[in-house]
């Protein structure tokens, strides 16, 4: 079953631009998490957040969490051509922390 | 750093061969899992494994199964190849419990199967 949808698929944006990832998911969570993959890669984690928090900053990342939509936001400011890859949401839910559930993931591309 | 190391990074192989995949973590993580990633479907789970000789499910467990003899490595077995197993497969490991924790992962296998 598909928790987490990114949105939008695809992002082309220019370097020094600011791209915004959106994830929505259908149940009550306890945590989300943010990763990133490079093209041919694993997926590396980047950022998590609790379900009692609203936002959270680690570098040039900015990611918030909204439980009443059932979404969340990946803010990367400044962006570069290194940030080229593709992003993903994972969460796990409430009574089945077992597992993270992952979506299909926003490619990003930056353009130097 | 934690290191997830994945035995292959490509891999071909024919319909109804036994396929071994093998995957080592190096940080004593007790939880480890097998997804397979797919264009268009992310990450889905096939396994993952809480400690030595333990495994659970995940979300698409047919035609494949696990082995977790030792605490660092985690094998995920293809009974028998078929084309639709062609995929790539990610192994990741973490510590503790489960949904507040980073996962780990390796490079990945891509697995043709012909």
């Known amino acids: 079953s598909q928790q987490g949808e990114e949105d939008p698929q695809a992002l082309s944006i220019q370097e020094g631009e600011n791209a915004t990832m959106n994830c929505s998911y259908k149940?009550?969570?306890?945590?989300l998490q943010w990763y990133r993959q490079n093209s041919g890669r694993g997926l590396v984690h980047l950022i998590l957040?609790?379900?009692?928090?609203r936002e959270k900053h680690s570098g040039r990342l900015r990611v918030t969490l909204d439980t009443s939509k059932k979404s969340s936001s990946l803010l990367i400011t400044a962006s570069r051509a290194a940030d080229t890859a593709s992003y993903f949401c994972a969460t796990d839910s409430i009574g089945n922390t077992d597992k993270l559930i992952f979506g299909t993931g926003t490619r990003l591309q930056v353009f130097p | 750093d934690v290191k997830v190391t994945q035995s292959s990074r490509y891999l071909v192989k024919r319909t109804g061969e036994k396929v071994f995949l093998e995957c080592v973590q190096d940080?004593?993580?007790?939880?480890m899992f097998w997804y397979r990633q797919d264009p268009g479907l992310g990450l889905r789970l096939i396994y993952f494994?809480?400690?030595?000789?333990?495994?659970e499910k995940g979300d698409i467990p047919e035609g494949y199964s696990v082995s977790r003899e030792k605490k660092e490595r985690f094998s995920l077995i293809l009974e028998s190849a078929s084309t639709n197993q062609t995929s790539m497969y990610l192994c990741?490991?973490?510590?503790?419990?489960?949904?507040?924790?980073?996962?780990?992962f390796g490079d990945g296998t891509r697995l043709s199967i012909l």
């Open positions: 494994s809480y400690d030595v000789k333990m495994k």
């Open positions: 957040i609790r379900s009692n928090e």
């Open positions: 940080m004593d993580h007790e939880n």
């Open positions: 149940t009550s969570i306890n945590n």
């Open positions: 990741a490991s973490s510590q503790g419990s489960l949904g507040n924790q980073p996962q780990h």
